[in-house]
């Protein structure tokens, strides 16, 4: 009972510049019109470990969830993980050269840990409208990078 998207945005910057956008959490907040705070929770550079909390509004809804990097490929590719509710959610940044630029591709999912029937038949029911949502959401979060990086 797993749910999937994966969304491509070119990006008119180069990978290095790409790279220090998303890799940058502390400034995402400033980045992603959808986050409303970031609370650091590690210190040093971006790499496996980081870990954070992020507040974002959706559906009218505030939510903070802890989130870590769980894999990063300077400045290839990177994995971000988080738990909350039952799920456990996985994003995956992946950055290829292309025409002078960069098509930065997140793949995003969310799997149910140890479901219910009640976690299941809520899934059957509103997972397509919740992934609607969040394929709405990553697309924007995506272009607002971009903007970012080609702004650097």
């Not at 969830?65 to 300077?74: I, K, L, R, Y």
């Not at 025409?99 to 591709?105: A, Q, V």
């Amino acid at each position: 009972m797993d749910h999937k998207l994966s969304l491509t945005q070119h990006v008119n910057a180069p990978v290095d510049k790409v790279w220090a956008v998303i890799s940058d959490i502390p400034g995402s907040a400033a980045t992603l019109s959808g986050i409303d705070s970031i609370q650091m929770l590690s210190d040093g550079p971006y790499g496996e470990g980081t870990r954070w909390k992020e507040t974002r509004t959706m559906m009218g809804r505030s939510e903070t969830v802890e989130m870590w990097v769980s894999q990063a490929n300077p400045p290839r590719s990177t994995t971000v993980k988080a738990l909350q509710g039952g799920a456990d959610y996985t994003s995956r940044m992946t950055l290829a050269d292309r025409d002078g630029g960069t098509d930065l591709t997140m793949t995003f999912g969310a799997d149910l840990v140890n479901p219910s029937r009640k976690n299941k038949l809520a899934m059957a029911l509103f997972g397509k409208l919740g992934m609607r949502i969040t394929r709405k959401a990553l697309a924007k979060d995506l272009a607002e990078i971009a903007a970012k990086a080609e702004s650097l």
